[in-house]
């Protein structure tokens, strides 16, 4: 979770949409731009992605400043900022810049020139005694409590490029590291291979209290769970919510989409992750799970991607967004934006020029 200056405002008022990349934000603000000048600059001033690694910022806030016609003034100062601030700043002024911004060109320092590393070659790999074992030699080492944590890994390193073994899974609960918190490396890759042969003791481990264990399992009937998984799916999903655990409920919410309409249960709590996650990156999932179980709502929602922050977003939006006058104008938008990525690009043209 990256660092950031405040707890997020409630996710209906414009901060909150503002802080979380909604395009009902966008929307919003360009109904007053005077008024949502500072709030705009203020996310970049401070850090509101929830996983700077994946939520993405950019293009939405600098389309804000261009499209309202907000002075570059406020985000060109931020360039003495941090470190933190100074990034945030400099990726809005190059998109700006790239999209014909003469003020944000001039206000960027130089690139410096990037040196050449000579890494040397590349040190020879020698070769693994584990992978002469059997895999039934494999699997009793995993079973010796008296094998070191090293040869364990290395035992699962083998067994994950062999076709999967069923004999592990009643290991899976030992295999945990020394003080219990994480499964050991590589274990969670080598059950993902196991596939529909884990189902029956991965409803288990998901009851486990042994968090990691816990975890393995659900992660199984995310994928391979049957009709009869549901009820613990949705169980998960309600927890997460109550937690606010915003990293992960993506998958789950996938999980359930498989099963369509027969999960709708979970319609409620998906909708309200839509509405109030701060990691962006995760809402293109809960809105593909919505329209899997046929909720109510999904014009609506289509219609707003398109001004989300989220690529992954505004893809669905190009697709699904009803044929309405300011869906198309949208459309055309984003397909002669330059800041835009180039396969939205590509979509937005072609379903201007459908059938």
């Known amino acids: 979770m990256a660092e950031r200056r405040y707890e ?16 009902l934000g966008a929307l919003m603000a360009a109904e007053d731009p005077a008024s949502a000048a500072d709030l705009i600059y203020g996310c970049i001033r401070w850090e509101w992605r929830w996983d700077s690694t994946f939520d993405d ?16 003034g406020p985000v060109i100062e931020m360039l003495a900022g941090d470190e933190g601030v100074r990034e945030r ?10 999209a014909g911004s003469v003020e944000a060109r001039d206000a960027l320092p130089p690139e410096a020139e990037e040196e050449d590393e000579d890494w040397g070659d590349p040190p020879r790999s020698r070769p693994d005694p584990m992978a002469e074992l059997a895999s039934s030699a494999l699997l009793e080492l995993l079973a010796d409590p008296a094998e070191p944590e090293n040869r364990k890994v290395g035992a699962l390193n083998v ?48 009851t486990s209290d042994t968090r990691w264990l816990a975890s393995e399992g659900l992660t199984v009937l995310h994928a391979h ?27 789950t919410a996938r999980g359930l989409a498989r099963f369509g309409p027969k999960a709708a ?17 995760e809402r293109h999932g809960y809105l593909e799970a919505l329209a899997a179980m ?25 697709a699904h967004a009803p044929d309405r006058p300011e869906v198309r104008d949208r459309l055309a938008y984003l397909r002669d934006d330059p800041m835009e990525d180039p396969e939205i690009k590509r979509a937005a043209a072609a379903r201007l020029a459908g059938p």
Do not use: K, N
């Open 8 to 23: 997020y405002a409630p996710a209906g008022t414009l901060p909150g949409l503002l802080q979380r990349g909604r395009g």
């Open 57 to 72: 910022r950019d293009v939405y806030l600098a389309r804000l400043i261009r499209d309202l016609e907000l002075p570059l």
């Open 89 to 98: 700043a400099t990726g809005v002024l190059e998109l700006l810049a790239a």
């Open 159 to 206: 067994l994950y490029d062999r076709d999967p073994e069923p004999g592990l899974v009643p290991l899976v609960p030992s295999l945990g590291e020394a003080d219990g918190e994480y499964p050991l490396p590589m274990l969670s890759l080598v059950v993902h291979r196991l596939g529909a042969l884990a189902v029956p003791a991965a409803r288990d481990w998901a």
């Open 225 to 251: 769970g049957e009709e009869e998984d549901i009820p613990t799916l949705v169980a998960e999903l309600e927890r997460d919510w109550m937690d606010r655990t915003w990293c992960g409920p993506m998958y």
């Open 265 to 281: 249960d979970a319609i409620s709590l998906l909708r309200r992750f839509w509405l109030w996650t701060p990691h962006s990156y």
């Open 294 to 318: 046929g909720a109510a709502g999904m014009a609506e929602a289509y219609t707003e991607s398109l001004w989300d922050c989220q690529s992954e977003a505004r893809r669905l939006g190009v």
